[in-house]
């Protein structure tokens, strides 16, 4: 079965920097678009940031523009995301999500924490 698991989320302040990893099993990871998708507390959901399938085209949203890199490797069946210079309003639960084109998504991972704060 589909399985999105990611990791790397923690505790940093202002300013500061974490990688995001997402071990994706179950399909053929180089058939699909991956995305980012964020919940902030008490907000509804935002993507990210989305790369497509060799990984060669990628999009962010424009609170994250400049700040934030996504990567993949198809290799390794991983999805990742450079977080850097964040920033409080970037705490959220970070979501990895396979795409199916546009902003529609099918699988989604349990997301991990990431808590910008001094």
């Known amino acids: 079965q589909v399985q999105l698991v990611e990791s790397g989320g923690g505790l940093v302040q202002p300013g500061g920097s974490l990688r995001l990893s997402c071990a994706a099993s179950?399909?053929?990871?180089?058939?699909?678009?991956m995305n980012w998708v964020r919940q902030a507390p008490g907000k509804g959901l935002e993507w990210v940031s989305g790369?497509?399938?060799?990984?060669?085209?990628?999009g962010y949203a424009d609170s994250v523009k400049g700040r934030f890199t996504i990567s993949r490797d198809n290799a390794k069946n991983t999805l990742y995301l450079q977080m850097n210079s964040l920033k409080p309003e970037d705490t959220a639960v970070y979501y990895c999500?396979?795409?199916?084109?546009?902003?529609?998504?099918?699988?989604w991972g349990q997301g991990t924490q990431v808590t910008v704060s001094s």
């Open positions: 999500a396979r795409g199916l084109g546009g902003y529609e998504y099918d699988y």
């Open positions: 179950g399909f053929t990871f180089s058939s699909y678009w």
């Open positions: 790369i497509n399938r060799g990984g060669g085209s990628t």
